[in-house]
């Protein structure tokens, strides 16, 4: 006769409840009229229609050894490219025929070795199937913080770090945008000077949002206002503390946004309920 260690049997069955638990747990953290918040892992999820999005903007993990709560972002090199495929894939699929991709990625990095992530990125962009308009420079001016300079004042060993990033402009089938209200709501001169391929404003304090990487709000709300309509669909598949979302709000569009930290998910909610207050009265 076999006995059964009641213990173990215990634990094992503690184990499998949290994890139906997690599983059953709803993916929808947040949700009001022109706005979603899904906790979820973004390769994974089926909580957004295949070909409904409009515009995606978003910055992904760099894999500079930034201390999220949910995410390794010092993988090798290799499994950051095999991880960069299969989210950019799934951008791909959930977006519309004339939708838009504003990916903000670093020109290169030199933490743990020399990488062109800007071009690696495009490349990988390409070959899924989007095609490539632009790369709009954004000049965020820090190079002041850098300290990793080479050898010092020799030709031996030096190190040449630009300051500025990418936002690499792509598009699934077409470019012209006939789809969708057709309402702009962008003024002259915001199109006179975001149509120049620089941009330059600071970056976000990370003490002030509370997250270890936010971008601007600046930057999401030019790419939303100049590469889509009014009534848009805007996704940000690592949704963080929520820029992109907030800004498709204040903007009229309809924001949808991913994490698969449920933290980040309440941060982006909170920053909602303090910096867009007013958007509370349409849920």
Known sequence: MIQTNNSTFEMKRSLQYDEDMIRKQPKTFFEMEDLKIINDDFITTMEIPLSSVDLIVTSP????????????????YEQYLDFSEKWIAKCFKLASDTGRFCLNIPLDKNKNGQQSVGADLTTIAKKI?????????WNEGNISRRTAWGSWMSASAPYVIAPVELIVVLYKRDWKKINGTRLNDIARDEFMEWTNGVWTFNG???????????????????????FSFVGDTVLDPFLGSGTTVLEACLNDRVGVGVDIDRKYCALAKQRIETEAAQLLLKA
């Open 129 to 137: 199937g989007w095609k490539y308009h632009s790369t709009i420079i």
């Open 61 to 76: 993990p760099y894999n500079v050894d930034i201390k999220y709560n949910s995410h390794d972002d010092q993988i090798s």
């Open 204 to 226: 976000e304090s990370k003490k002030r949002i509370g997250h270890p990487a936010p971008f601007p709000r600046e930057l999401p709300r030019r790419c939303i206002k100049l």
